[in-house]
């Protein structure tokens, strides 16, 4: 069985190309801030709902069947990420409500003298949680800077910022805003070598590269489901001797084995069932499980995604480059991104350019994104910002030469 094809004809399985706007179906350049749902994913919480809607760990039938659904989605996602066990998985209402909850129940082993290391590149959810924590328990945190030339992040000043002090480095994968590809291995090696803890946001990273946090190196790694075809469901993953160890914030008598001691309160099933669907539904890209298993169906998955988003992003790119006025804040040619744009319209606000975009029905987002660091640091935090357009399996040649076609025409109106 050969993957799926990807663009126009992966439509089907999307119930929100059955609509129209502006007349047409609409150019989704929003997968960014959140991905389109595919059928099975949809048909998964409602079926949990409908079927099986229960608590966790009861005699019963239905609660009996919750906990194997819970359990399944833990397999699908620590093969989706490389983990060495299920047990490793962790699921929350949201990445930045686990990072907050990590941040505090790290923190409490630190104090005065400390240092927590955060970059400039990365969406206010791997920065906050630690410069909160940080001004709690009377340590210092140390900020990295990006090159606005490059979009990328200056690991000399990295290296500098380092000292037998540093507890923590907070990296992102991939930024939010511009698609830069942080080089996360350099990073927890570095972090390792000053005796301190590695925190990753794959946020962005994980709907567009197959994460392997054994190679990364790094000790903790968070994302989110709905950016992958997913449900609204915050995912923690984290070594399992560290997962064990540090205290958690919890209520008693919750038990004190990793993940349960950190998944408070009652959980989002509907959510979780749902995030194990589209594990499976990104590994059918790659042709199934029943092909060499399905971490091998998902890295041919990804393979595909891939090639097709880099397809695109290199076309959009070339339609960009021949419009006066439209400048695009990314990495340089080459190097590792994903297949998302930060623009900037000459004579136009992005409030503007997204609102004009929308009346045709195109979809991007405009503003800071969370990634305040970013748009700080290219002095368009007082400016409205950026633009940026993401693409998406599902995208097609159409959708980039449409937003190129209309960027041109606000770019000469």
Aim: proline share 6%; glycine share 12%.
């Amino acid at each position: 069985m050969q993957p799926s094809p990807l663009g126009q004809p992966l439509r089907a399985a999307f119930p929100i190309f059955e609509r129209s706007f502006a007349g047409r179906p609409a150019a989704f350049f929003d997968g960014p801030g959140g991905s389109q749902v595919p059928r099975p994913v949809i048909d998964a919480v409602a079926g949990y709902l409908a079927y099986h809607n229960a608590n966790t760990h009861g005699a019963f039938q239905t609660s009996e069947e919750t906990d194997r659904i819970l359990f399944g989605a833990r397999e699908r996602v620590a093969e989706l990420l490389g983990a060495a066990a299920p047990d490793e998985v962790v699921f929350g209402a949201n990445m930045t409500t686990l990072t907050f909850a990590m941040s505090r129940a790290l923190g409490a082993g630190w104090g005065p003298g400390d240092e927590a290391v955060v970059t400039q590149l990365d969406h206010q959810a791997n920065v906050a949680p630690w410069r909160r924590m940080a001004e709690d328990r009377g340590m210092t945190v140390r900020e990295v800077p990006f090159i606005p030339e490059t979009m990328q992040l200056d690991y000399a000043a990295l290296e500098a910022a380092l000292s037998p002090r540093t507890r923590l480095v907070a990296v992102g994968a991939a930024s939010n805003a511009c698609g830069t590809i942080n080089d996360v291995s350099r990073v927890t090696r570095l972090a390792r070598e000053a005796g301190a803890l590695s925190y990753v946001d794959a946020v962005h990273y994980a709907p567009h590269r197959l994460v392997d946090v054994q190679a990364m190196g790094c000790d903790f790694l968070a994302c989110s489901a709905y950016k992958f075809f997913g449900p609204h469901v915050g995912i923690l993953w984290g070594r399992q001797e560290l997962l064990e160890r540090v205290r958690p914030y919890k209520v008693p008598p919750a038990g004190d084995a990793a993940p349960d001691r950190w998944e408070t309160g009652t959980l989002s099933h509907e959510g979780i069932a749902g995030t194990g669907a589209a594990v499976d539904w990104i590994a059918g890209l790659g042709g199934g499980a029943e092909q060499g298993g399905r971490r091998a169906a998902l890295a041919r998955a990804y393979a595909a995604i891939e090639a097709h988003e880099d397809s695109l992003v290199d076309r959009l790119l070339a339609g960009l480059r021949g419009i006066v006025g439209v400048r695009v804040h990314g990495p340089p040619a080459g190097a590792p991104r994903t297949p998302t744009l930060a623009l900037t319209v000459e004579g136009h606000t992005p409030d503007e350019v997204a609102g004009w975009l929308a009346e045709e029905g195109i979809f991007v987002w405009n503003g800071n994104f969370y990634a305040t660091g970013v748009c700080e640091g290219l002095g368009l935090d007082t400016r409205g910002g950026l633009i940026r357009a993401g693409l998406a399996p599902y995208s097609t040649e159409e959708d980039v030469d449409r937003l190129v076609d209309e960027l041109g025409r606000i770019a000469g109106s």
